[in-house]
């Protein structure tokens, strides 16, 4: 079975003294020793980026994150951090992609082809988000429309590059307060399509939206699903640790 990511974005949330509790407390939870058969990963804030690398330390099963990065390496980008900037501060992962960067930042399928393209070229992981609206799934378009975005943003990879990407499955209308989980059956179809052209060739397929302590089991179950990004969820240590505790209960079974 391959390896389960199981991660969380704490999105725009956590003071300093609030993302070095939960990492120091993650850290010496794990004790260096990552749960069997689960890659754990956190993408805090880019203000918490170093204190968290600084306190899960250099050889830490745990794999850190940035929410976002440029697709330029460095220069007159007012606001922006650039992947070579996000890789000196410690992160491996970069995030792309996701809905509410979409929404409300103006990612398209052509700057996550950018982002992806950079990240794996500075040798860190590119963990592209996509997802549909309600309006597209009600019509039934879900499939498609998010093989548009992987395969936009995917486009070109060699077959190592590809290899070397996790996908994340959001569906929009179950992200967040305002979203609703998916439920298993509505997942199916969109993990086959996802699981047809990916499967086997990129290094995760994962879910995302409203993953809570009693859907994560279930949710894990479905065909080609090797992980879940997780926002609300994990934000309280505790759950976070429950979360892994499911995964790695998943993969031994
Ligand atoms: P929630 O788990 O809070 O719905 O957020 C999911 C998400 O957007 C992770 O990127």
């Known amino acids: 079975m391959s390896t389960l990511w199981v991660g969380t974005s704490w999105k725009m949330t956590k003071t300093l003294a ?5 990492a120091s407390g993650l850290r010496d939870h794990l004790a ?9 990963f956190v993408i805090p804030s880019f203000t918490a980026t170093t204190a968290v690398a600084d306190i899960l330390g250099e ?3 745990v794999l850190l994150g940035v929410q976002n990065a440029h697709w330029e390496d460095a220069g007159a980008w007012t606001g922006e951090v650039s992947v070579p900037q996000a890789r000196d501060a410690g992160a491996q992962i970069v995030e792309i992609g996701h809905s509410e960067r979409r929404e409300h930042f103006g990612e398209t399928v052509e700057t996550t082809r950018l982002k992806a393209a950079a990240a794996l070229r500075h040798g860190l992981t590119p963990l592209l988000c996509i997802g549909e609206t309600l309006e597209v799934k009600d019509a039934g378009g879900s499939s498609e429309f998010i093989l548009g975005q992987a395969r936009g943003a995917l486009e070109g990879l060699d077959d190592q590059q ?3 990407v996790v996908i994340a499955y959001e569906p929009i209308w179950a992200i967040g307060e305002k979203g609703r989980p998916a439920t298993t059956e509505e997942l199916i179809e969109p993990f086959a399509a996802l699981g047809e052209e990916y499967a086997g060739k990129v290094a995760g397929l994962l879910y995302g939206g409203s993953v809570n302590l009693d859907n ?20 309280q240590l505790e759950g976070y640790l429950e979360l892994l505790r499911i995964a790695e209960a998943h993969a031994a079974a």
């Open 32 to 40: 260096g020793k990552a749960p069997a058969g689960v890659q754990p």
């Open 59 to 61: 050889d830490s099963p």
């Open 18 to 22: 609030e993302g070095r509790a939960w």
């Open 216 to 235: 994560a089991a279930d949710l894990l179950g479905i065909e080609h699903v090797t992980g879940l990004f997780v926002g609300r969820t994990a934000w």
């Open 162 to 164: 590809l290899s070397r």
